[in-house]
């Protein structure tokens, strides 16, 4: 069974850094793109950017490059978000999801979403 | 780059058909026929419905149709069933190896 489970949720200040975690099972890691989608408090989703676990092969979206860094560790099948300084409009859920390729938007299997609160 | 846009709520009553709509432009929806649709339930992650414009995944009953007309897609769900309230969000390829959002449509089975 192909499972997808992320760390659980997060309380920070501003200014704090943070890294959250991915973690897969059930098929070859680095057989597929990692995903980090956001969703703000009662927002829609919003594609953060994608890294090929095999070669790190990272991309990001524009309106988060620079603020987030994606990264994966083969050896432990976990791919991680996080950021170096947190700001309150970072509160949201983030998920993880798997795809087959950069330019073939399937996400067909996704983690339980991590909840992270940024507030002084 | 800006959410695809779709229609923030739609609503039909049990058995009937809904269809709910998601414009790009020839920078995502319309070059590429590689569009998902995800359905999301409260407090829940969503899920893949519909790739490739047209496809479903295992699993996903023949009533949720996908399709395409220029910068356009369209995901149609019909016989209506209460557990199809949820929200919808379209997705598609927009080139570079970036992938962009719909903003979301709330479906309401009334």
């Known amino acids: 069974e192909v499972l997808v489970v992320q760390s659980g949720a997060e309380v920070n200040q501003p200014g704090e850094s943070l890294k959250i975690s991915c973690r897969v099972s059930?098929?070859?890691?680095?057989?597929?793109?990692i995903a980090w989608v956001r969703q703000m408090p009662g927002k829609g989703l919003e594609w953060m950017g994608i890294?090929?676990?095999?070669?790190?092969?990272?991309r990001y979206s524009p309106s988060f490059q620079g603020h987030v860094t994606i990264s994966a560790d083969k050896s432990m099948s976990t791919a991680y978000l996080q950021w170096s300084i947190l700001r309150a409009s970072d509160t949201a859920i983030y998920y993880c999801?798997?795809?087959?390729?950069?330019?073939?938007?399937?996400?067909?299997?996704w983690g339980q979403g991590t909840m992270v609160t940024v507030s002084s | 780059q800006s959410a695809l846009t779709q229609p923030r709520s739609v609503s039909g009553s049990p058995g009937q058909a809904v269809t709910i709509s998601c414009t790009g432009t020839?920078?995502?929806?319309?070059?590429?026929?590689?569009v998902s649709w995800y359905q999301q339930s409260p407090g829940k992650a969503p899920k893949l419905i519909i790739y490739?414009?047209?496809k479903r995944p295992s699993g996903v009953p023949d009533r949720f149709f996908g399709s395409k007309s220029g910068n356009t897609a369209s995901l149609t769900i019909s016989g209506l069933q209460a557990e199809d309230e949820a929200d919808y969000y379209c997705?598609?390829?927009?080139?570079?190896?970036?992938?962009?959002f719909g903003g979301g449509t709330q479906l309401t089975v009334v």
């Open positions: 890294i090929h676990p095999g070669d790190s092969d990272t």
């Open positions: 059930g098929y070859i890691f680095t057989s597929y793109w």
């Open positions: 997705c598609s390829y927009a080139g570079s190896y970036t992938v962009i």
């Open positions: 490739d414009v047209r």
């Open positions: 020839s920078s995502d929806v319309g070059g590429y026929n590689y």
């Open positions: 999801a798997r795809l087959p390729s950069p330019a073939y938007p399937a996400f067909d299997v």
